[in-house]
């Protein structure tokens, strides 16, 4: 396996922590019955819910512009030394990005976010180096 495909794997499990975090609050906050009843109502939520919920949907869309690029990175044969390391880049940044997010750190969080932004312009471009 890649380096680049256990790169998007690890995003992939920053996902599934994301998710827990979220899904964990809501219970800690409605109590175990509306965890697990039909939540029909909407959930009550205080200040960390509301990031978890915002971080997992930064993360799922940073996540769908990255894996897929990956993907046909990997398809393509590109991989190379420079889509290795913008692919480091988007992890490492993501996997800070979410305890930064989750605990309202302001301005880092901005910087965090654009490094893992460019991570994913470096393979855009190692990508549209070979189509074009």
Same mark, same amino acid.
């Given at each position: 396996m890649?380096?680049?495909l256990?790169? &998007?794997y690890g995003s992939l499990?920053?996902?599934l922590v994301l998710?827990?975090?979220q899904a964990a609050?809501?219970?800690i906050t409605n109590g175990i019955s509306?965890?697990?009843g039909p939540r029909d109502e909407p959930a009550e939520t205080n200040a960390f819910g509301g990031r978890a919920k915002r971080a997992v949907a930064n993360h799922i869309e940073g996540l769908a512009l990255f894996g897929f690029a990956i993907l046909i &990175?990997?398809?393509s044969g590109l991989n190379s030394g420079l889509?290795?390391?913008g692919a480091a880049l988007y992890f490492w940044a993501r996997l800070a990005y979410g305890p930064i997010y989750l605990l309202g750190v302001p301005w880092i969080r901005t910087i965090v976010w654009t490094v893992g932004l460019i991570g994913t312009l470096i393979v855009y471009y190692v990508i549209g180096v070979a189509a074009f």
């Amino acid at each position: 396996m890649s380096q680049e495909l256990l790169y &998007l794997y690890g995003s992939l499990l920053i996902l599934l922590v994301l998710i827990v975090s979220q899904a964990a609050n809501t219970v800690i906050t409605n109590g175990i019955s509306y965890g697990v009843g039909p939540r029909d109502e909407p959930a009550e939520t205080n200040a960390f819910g509301g990031r978890a919920k915002r971080a997992v949907a930064n993360h799922i869309e940073g996540l769908a512009l990255f894996g897929f690029a990956i993907l046909i &990175l990997e398809v393509s044969g590109l991989n190379s030394g420079l889509s290795t390391m913008g692919a480091a880049l988007y992890f490492w940044a993501r996997l800070a990005y979410g305890p930064i997010y989750l605990l309202g750190v302001p301005w880092i969080r901005t910087i965090v976010w654009t490094v893992g932004l460019i991570g994913t312009l470096i393979v855009y471009y190692v990508i549209g180096v070979a189509a074009f």
